[in-house]
């Protein structure tokens, strides 16, 4: 069975651009996370789906982050426009739902804006 | 606020010499405590979930515990391919996301 699948693997922009991360959850995975990982550190909630319904995001940073999950499936991360401190990875993962569901990460995306 | 400390930040390993992991936490009610690997350039794997005190799982040379303030990772006899970074993550009965800990990164030298 196919894990979590992210694109692009890597991404390097100037600030001030945008930049757009994808994911495809692991095939009927109704809830779905992205993560934010800094370099030495455990990954951090960003957003929370379930199903089409952003039900946490509570720590995006709304000013320019932004999140959608169409047809509560895949899921797009964007961010309009980048901060030289938002080079880091973004996780994406997946899990069943329900009691001590486990979650599934992708490979990530490591963004470095220059 | 729920919180992970994971301890040491960083350990070197002979292959053969076994030794532990911690993972010291602080939650509003644990749902579960998990234990994920991740090497290089890679997205967290899984590896164990436990869910309540005298918890106990294993798998090939790693083997996961759980006290009602602490979890340990141990590792026995391990081989170079063990290396890598091993993150600790507490799930709140209240909450769906992780908090995780900075990690152990964790060299075996042939």
């Known amino acids: 069975e196919a894990g979590v699948v992210q694109s692009p693997r890597y991404k390097i922009i100037e600030k001030k651009q945008p930049v757009a991360f994808w994911c495809n959850p692991i095939?009927?995975?109704?809830?779905l996370y992205w993560y934010l990982q800094n370099l030495g550190q455990g990954p951090e909630l960003l957003i929370r789906?379930?199903?089409?319904?952003?039900?946490?995001d509570s720590q995006l940073p709304k000013d320019r982050f932004s999140a959608e999950r169409l047809k509560g499936v895949d899921s797009t991360l964007k961010i309009q426009p980048a901060e030289l401190g938002d080079s880091a990875v973004y996780l994406c993962a997946s899990s069943l739902g329900g009691e001590g569901d486990t979650q599934y990460f992708g490979p990530g995306t490591r963004l470095t804006v220059l | 606020e729920d919180q992970v400390t994971q301890s040491p930040e960083a350990l070197r390993l002979q292959e053969g010499e076994s030794s532990s992991l911690n993972c010291s936490y602080t939650v509003s009610g644990l749902r579960g405590l998990f234990w994920y690997r991740q090497d290089p350039g890679k997205g967290p794997e899984f590896l164990f979930t436990?869910?309540?005190a005298g918890e106990e799982k294993e798998k090939e040379r790693l083997k996961a515990t759980l006290t009602k303030k602490e979890s340990f990772l141990h590792i026995t006899a391990p081989k170079p391919e063990d290396s890598a970074t091993y993150l600790c993550a507490v799930q709140a009965r209240s909450a769906r996301q992780l908090t995780f800990g900075s990690g152990t990164q964790l060299t075996v030298l042939p």
């Open positions: 095939s009927g995975h109704n809830t």
């Open positions: 789906y379930e199903n089409e319904e952003a039900v946490d």
């Open positions: 436990l869910y309540s």
